[in-house]
């Protein structure tokens, strides 16, 4: 841990005399906006914290775990146009800054992206450092005309998998900053499991959520919980209330067989959703095989007794009439070793396979709508 | 921080219990073997210890930084022979286990390949714990006959950003274990910079030599240093004595027009590989580009003029006569923002394409020689 102390004291060291060196900045803390700025939240201003991803009253209906993990800022992001040279994002975090597979700038960094006029993304960078008091330096030093003159958008994704206590984005005075609101489109909304979540993405912009919401340029909800994303009513529930473009259950790999009846939480969750949004297509997700499936039996048996299972709900579900449901299978994702971290969790390389699969079929399901 | 430290004491209590309920270990120590068993160096028993790059007399002769990061054992890997149902390593390190933007698993951790009967690589996996002293548990419980019988052919990854100080291999009693002495095809031989030593893959096996390794089932000798790899003369010299099949010279990123001459350096550097070994082909790479190429106009002409250098450097050499050389340009890499990590360094999707790129110019070379 030494080098990563030392490292955060000279970019510390160089920050602070970076500081010293730039013009004044104006600070903008998003907590006090007049209109909702944090964008991937289903019930923004129901929150307890801007940063939350589930609305205070949700605690008390929802395992302790699921309510933990639930602080973490994972899919969030702030939306904003600005023409600035520099743009600096200071902020305080809750929690760990890394885990032993997944690097700090994964768990608790940021990640900014911007529009060029022709409305690809590009994504600036700069200096950093993460810690308990963190900071970012974005430089966008670019010689566009029309950048200089009207700006564009830009969208910070906050970390994955840590809780942001505290966040103010500067600029220098001579340019302007502007926060935009939350975009009206209806969102796609995914409830899953540590993958879900962001695990082990390089850093947020990677998590699978962040990169469909930038190839569909569509909202997307990050309902992903480490560990804990099993189906439960309770967050089906509160799913429900949402007005999805599209829903999708993407739990397999937090189920157990020996613990949770896949067959009856799939059947009971679509139908939940059903009942109250029958238009809304629902994305059933198998599980994407574990990476040692060929030197764990058990890790082999698991996935396809859960795929079998998710399978038959799948099939139950259609012969009862169930329009618009989808089942996503193991196949369809098709992962291989170089996609995984670990055994289960996907590297950057999976993320992006995994996004692509599910733009394919979102865009599949849209044009048929 | 403290994340790190709890999951480390529960993996190492969890490692505890485990290791008190399974049969005797018998270890095997590298260290100890009668022939040398590290592949991946290029001076077998000339090193200061197994688990370095360089020759102990090439101290004297190279930059404090170069021999320093010599000792870290990017693209070492330990070749074995086992039908093991769980494959031990325990390991002790001398270096910080992790960095910003590379976890613990690829700057510290291990990683394990072994064979199918068919020929394809399969990767087992288990429990881990990296820290000082470090463990990992591969389970390789595969129900075939062949396996059990005659086992497999296994490939061990090591550290890419540490130094290794001690390290045992251990399988229970009833199963063999057979180290493999080293291959004996001449290697590809790519020096460069932390791109080639592996930043920022997240565990050692997605280095892009590493990856290369696998797919052309051919050994390749990481000559990778962090920030330092300078096409230094004095590097060249050492590869010189390398009876290499290709010479990989992929320094750009750690070269800076107003302190390098890259044009000279290039012809130099190929001037006298060719000198000794007029037969083997030489790649010159291009820089791979900045992802914040467009917003960091620095970056951006630093780019353009290191790549206008090394043409010019290619083109001079074709003048003069000198035949397989080869010349690998920004546009055949290929790199998009999804590959990178920060603004210059590939995540596990930028090291599968570094791989790929360089094995379809390595089989092309190779099928007209």
Same mark, same amino acid.
């Given at each position: 841990m030494k080098k990563i102390h030392l490292l955060s004291l000279i970019l510390f060291l160089a920050h602070i005399s970076f500081a010293q060196e730039i013009t004044e900045l104006k600070w903008w803390n998003p907590a006090k @906006?007049?209109?909702?700025? /944090?964008? #991937? !939240?289903?019930?923004p201003q129901q929150?307890?914290? /801007?940063?939350? &991803?589930?609305?205070? &009253?949700?605690e008390e209906k929802l395992r302790e775990a699921v309510w933990r993990l639930s602080k !973490? @800022?994972?899919g969030l992001s702030i939306r904003f146009r600005s023409n600035a040279n520099n743009i600096r994002v200071k902020y305080k975090l809750k929690g760990a800054i890394a885990m032993p597979h997944m690097p700090a700038t994964g768990v608790s960094g940021l990640d900014l992206y911007g529009k060029t006029k022709d409305g690809e993304w590009f994504r600036p960078w700069g200096t950093y450092r993460i810690d308990s008091i963190s900071s970012y330096n974005f430089k966008?030093?670019?010689?566009?005309a029309s950048y200089i003159k009207n700006g564009t958008e830009f969208q910070l994704f906050l970390p994955l998998y840590n809780e942001v206590d505290h966040l103010e984005i500067g600029v220098e005075e001579e340019f302007f900053f502007e926060a935009l609101p939350l975009r009206i489109e209806k969102p796609i909304v995914a409830y899953g499991t540590s993958i879900c979540q962001g695990?082990?993405? @390089? &850093?947020? #912009?990677?998590a699978w959520t962040n990169i469909l919401e930038r190839k569909l340029q569509w909202p997307v909800i990050n309902l992903g919980f480490s560990g804990n994303g099993r189906l439960e009513p309770a967050l089906i529930d509160l799913m429900t209330e949402i007005d999805a473009k599209v829903y999708i259950l993407d739990c397999l790999p937090n189920l157990t067989p020996e613990r949770d009846d896949t067959y009856k939480l799939a059947v009971e969750a679509v139908k939940k959703l059903k009942g109250k949004r029958p238009e809304v297509p629902v994305i059933l997700t198998a599980h994407l095989g574990f990476s040692d499936d060929f030197t764990n039996q058990n890790n082999n048996s698991k996935t396809i007794k859960l795929n079998k299972d998710l399978g038959r709900a799948f099939d139950a579900l259609k012969a009862e009439g169930f329009t618009k449901v989808y089942l996503l299978q193991k196949e369809d994702l098709g992962f291989v070793d170089a996609m995984f971290v670990d055994n289960i969790h996907p590297n950057d390389h999976g993320m992006l396979q995994y996004a692509t699969v599910y733009e394919k079929l979102i865009r599949d399901i849209w044009n048929k709508l």
């Open positions: @906006s007049e209109f909702p700025v /944090i964008a #991937g !939240q289903a019930w929150e307890k914290t /801007i940063y939350h &991803r589930l609305p205070e &009253r949700a !973490q @800022s994972a966008v030093d670019v010689n566009v695990a082990c993405a @390089s &850093r947020p #912009g990677m």
